[in-house]
């Protein structure tokens, strides 16, 4: 029987990124996972490039080719402007696999195939690569196995149902490149890679698509994409290889994503739309503030309830930022109102704003958890409708206090009492800040 303190379930972005931040904290932590079963490309930004870094995946990144020209048509309009960089799933997770293993986590690379849990702790049963079965044992256990994961019972939110259909295809090498096009019920993604290897994917509508059995998918596929200019370049002198894949790509949150001796991150806890492109990016944000929510329910029990909170607000807080951006995104297409695709997707999930104006009067001060030396811990911090975890500090100054002391005063100047505890310049410079951001 192996024992760690803590099992990770899955080794993609958000397991590693927890696996290497608990090892950081100085827990015995084991990685078990398996490579994804099929070929993916996904594209990044350089955002996220900066996130894996601090993250601490080196040999992950070096997997990455250098940024690719990406066309998109949207509403009609063709935009050139961008770039993308191209990450090859299996290479990429397998690379960071070996990045765990560089920075002290055990990684055992297997399929796992069952997990019982109870307060004493998890157990884990796993198929190693080799064919050999071994048994895992710890008190915590950290579900990263993204959109695979059990869904341990429901959904507390689901979009409308998305299946994403990837055909390969191959022709002569190439200039790396990446495209976007809208159509009447759905959207492509289309790559190709230096070696002539192309990826085209479409994103449909589950319920109003009424796909072919899957003898028939590839030659539907095919008809579908002959039809986008933005996809003639890739099927030019190139075949389609091998069987269409279909993913999933329905936005869920999930019901629970923490108890006292689990945790959910990444896809596992939250999967938006791919249209954002920024899955990856959004599964390493959850990923990043978990090892302090671990490291609180393991060293302070006292305060599992805080941590917990502190976990689903920032889980909840992340999939409606991120299914608002793609709403307004679909919202900007305007070509078939009527069509269900796009009716369903510009509505989705509310009518709320991404950024909402902040007036003085929806402005307060609360106490929240807040993450402060590797622990979850409670703060007085400024809430807004923008910021409803609120906002703690600025360049190191809790914003609360100065705050509250400015509104105990509403007939002094607000850079005058700000000036008292900073001195003048800064309560100058404050009083400016909070002006712009709708606080005063
Ligand atoms: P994953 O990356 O899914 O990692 C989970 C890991 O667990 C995998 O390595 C898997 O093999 C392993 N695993 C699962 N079950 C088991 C098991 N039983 N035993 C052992 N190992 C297991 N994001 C982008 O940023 N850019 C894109 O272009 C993009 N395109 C996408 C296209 C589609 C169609 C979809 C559905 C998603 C796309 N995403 C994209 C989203 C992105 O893939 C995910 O958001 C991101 O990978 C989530 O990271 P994760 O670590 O939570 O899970």
Sequence with gaps: MHEADILVLGGGPAGGAVAIGLRRLGY??????????????????????????????????????????????WNGETNSANTERLLPRQAFDRALLQDLAAQGVTVMQGRIQRCQSDAEGHRVEVRLTDGEPQSCRANFLVEARGRAAPAAGTH????????????????????????????????????????GRRYLQLTVDVASTDLPPKRELSDWCRARLEQLEQARPFMADAEPTGEVYARTSTPVLCADVVGDNWIRVGDAAMAVDPLSGNGIFQALSSALQAPAVVHTLIQHPERAALAKAFHEARIEGLFYRFARIGRDFYAQDTQWPERPFWQARRQWPDARPMHEEVTPDQVSTALRPVVEDGLITEARVVVTPDQPLGIW????????????????????????????????????????????????
């Design 28 to 73: 015995s932590v084991t990685v078990i996972g398996e490579p994804r079963p099929f070929d993916a490309l996904e594209g990044i930004s350089d955002r996220v490039i900066q996130g894996m870094q601090g993250a601490g995946f080196q040999q992950a990144l070096a997997t990455l080719a250098p940024p690719s020209p990406r066309q998109v048509t």
């Design 156 to 195: 507390r939110v689901r979009g409308t149902q998305t299946v994403s259909l990837l055909q390969y295809w191959q022709g002569p090498a190439a200039e790396p490149r990446t495209a976007v096009q809208s159509f009447a019920d759905g959207w492509a993604w289309l790559a190709m890679r230096a070696d």
């Design 393 to 440: 500090h600025l360049n190191g100054l809790p914003l609360a206090p100065l705050l509250e002391a400015v509104r105990a005063e509403p007939e002094t100047a607000p850079a005058e009492v700000l000036a008292r505890t900073l001195g003048k310049e800064k309560g100058t410079l404050l009083e400016q800040w909070m002006r712009q951001q709708g606080w005063l």
